[in-house]
């Protein structure tokens, strides 16, 4: 009998592993069901900056998961051909420009491009400028000025969970191979007892992680928990997936370009170059997207290309009895924030935070679930705001634009359109420079900025973005190239 059994492997599996083997105290024991016949899907390789905490929570430190995982850093996203063909704009990581007093710096931005129409956001931001130059290095600059910049990393899903796997089994985690094909449960409760595997052996549990990917074998098969389907606001429903070569200078930050029914995904690791196509299988046929796809390649291809279906939604109770869905089997949102480790990754802080002791305090379970809902939502209306404002003019983007938006998404543009106000929940993931940057890169201007930007004189005006300005472009002047700071992380000793 084992405090936790955890069903799949891959990143989902194995980073619920590695986080309950290091908090948990002396004495529960983890265990680990996986096939090595069963593929993982593998969405996920590039990262938001939240994964430094999940990363450092264990141990681990920057310079040693990248020599483990192949990986490179990330500034950021590129975004290109969204708002229209032609366009470009970044979503980048850290802040850009400093506040001064109660006012948010992009309402000086906004007062400042009134005169001066062409101006650039990012030319604020040290992460864009730094993405530009191809260039990185941690500058942590003086307390009393912080740089504004953050970085995340794009590495090799599978390395990262063979890596986590060494971690957790070091750790007191036990791994059993085998394949589930019958789940007990208690007849009274109706909660899981043990997962029969193919062999005949069981494997007994208090409590049970399902990371069993789309098929969702414990919460959605064993226990009946429903779909939310989002697909009306986000209809892309395939994707294929295909590796080449990499390419140099290898470029701090992830790729998305829009294509005629979807967008198209680049993540430089050190060893290859990750692409993929997500598309909306009713405005693209699947040989179209593959031609697609491979004629957009930077090196030649490694493989063939993947195919991958999938239906944006999540279920609707992350948490049912003694059982918890982490990754695809929680759920499903297309990569395009690179959100899909984060959404485990904040799935396995928050129940942590919320561990159930011997008997699981139905409030507990509501908590969760009712933190998770609102998170997924969140992220969700995120990814809406991208495809909604866009001037493309193919049937699909069309479409996007007619779709009703869910009413807080309506309510978040509304007043950034009226006012350059940015709503947010405390708790919400995206912070309000991320909105901003995807309001702005996607053609929202705002029509007014706040009557607090007035207080400087036009000189003082001037002066501040010219300083602000300056010192991002200093700190950016001060990194080597970002070929140049991996090179040096793999010639460190380990």
């Known amino acids: 009998m084992h405090d936790f059994v955890i069903v799949g492997g891959g990143t989902a599996g194995w980073m619920a592993a590695a986080a309950l083997a290091r908090f948990l105290p002396r004495g529960h024991s983890v265990a680990l069901v996986e096939s090595d016949a069963i593929g993982t899907v593998g969405v996920g390789e590039a990262t938001i900056p939240q994964i430094r905490l999940f990363n450092q929570s264990l141990g681990i430190d920057d310079a040693e998961l990248i020599r483990q995982t192949s990986g490179t850093i990330k500034l950021g996203i590129e975004f290109v051909d969204w708002s229209r063909p032609g366009s470009r704009y970044y979503h980048a990581f850290g802040t850009i420009g400093r506040s001064l007093g109660l006012t948010p710096f992009h309402h000086y931005w906004l007062r400042h491009r ?27 600059g003086r307390p009393d000025l912080p740089t504004g910049l953050a970085w995340a990393f794009q590495f090799d899903a599978a ?24 789940i007990r449960r208690e007849g ?3 909660r899981i007892e043990a997962v029969q595997l193919d062999d005949g052996r069981e494997v007994e549990g208090r409590f049970f992680i399902d990371c069993t ?34 390419v140099r200078p290898l470029t701090p930050y992830t790729r ?13 690791l050190q060893n290859r170059t990750g692409n993929g196509l997500v598309y909306c299988s009713s405005f693209m046929e699947d040989g179209e997207a593959a031609d697609t796809l491979l004629a957009n390649l930077d090196g030649a291809a490694l493989m063939q290309p993947r195919p991958l279906r999938f239906r944006a939604g999540r279920r609707h109770s992350a948490w ?36 159930p002791g011997t008997d699981i305090a139905p409030e507990l379970v509501e908590e969760y679930n009712r933190q998770t809902e609102r998170e997924w939502e969140a992220v969700r209306d995120f990814l809406i705001l991208h495809y909604h404002a866009n001037d493309r003019p193919e049937p699909f983007w069309a479409e996007r634009r007619a779709t009703p938006l869910p009413s807080r998404l309506q309510h978040r543009i509304d007043l950034f ?5 940015i709503a947010r929940d405390a708790d919400d993931l995206f912070t309000e420079v991320a ?10 201007v705002p029509e007014r900025y706040h009557p607090l930007a007035d207080g400087l004189a036009a000189a003082e005006l001037a002066e501040f973005l010219s300083l602000a300005r300056r010192h991002s472009a200093g700190v950016v002047d001060r990194m080597p190239g970002h070929d140049a700071f991996l090179a040096k992380l793999e010639t460190a000793p380990a």
């Open 114 to 140: 009134t005169d001066h129409p062409n101006s650039d956001l990012w030319a604020w931001s040290t992460s864009a400028r730094a993405a530009r130059a191809d260039r990185f290095a941690p500058d942590q």
């Open 159 to 182: 390395l990262y969970a063979a890596f986590l796997r060494r971690y957790a089994e070091g750790r007191g985690a036990r791994r059993t191979e085998g394949r589930v094909t019958d």
């Open 188 to 190: 009274a409760s109706g």
């Open 213 to 246: 990917g789309f098929a969702s074998l414990l919460l959605g098969q064993a226990l009946g928990v429903g779909f939310d389907d989002w697909s009306r606001w986000l209809p892309c429903d395939r994707a294929l997936a295909v590796q080449c070569e990499a």
């Open 256 to 268: 998305a370009t829009a294509r005629a029914a979807g967008w198209q995904w680049r993540i430089p």
């Open 320 to 355: 049912a009895g003694n059982c918890l869905a982490l990754g695809l089997a929680a759920g499903f949102l297309e990569p395009l924030e690179s959100t899909s480790i984060h959404l485990i990754q904040s799935g396995i802080a928050r129940l942590l935070h919320l561990l």
């Open 417 to 421: 359109r009226a006012s350059g106000q």
């Open 435 to 444: 909105w901003l940057q995807v309001m702005i890169g996607q053609g929202i």
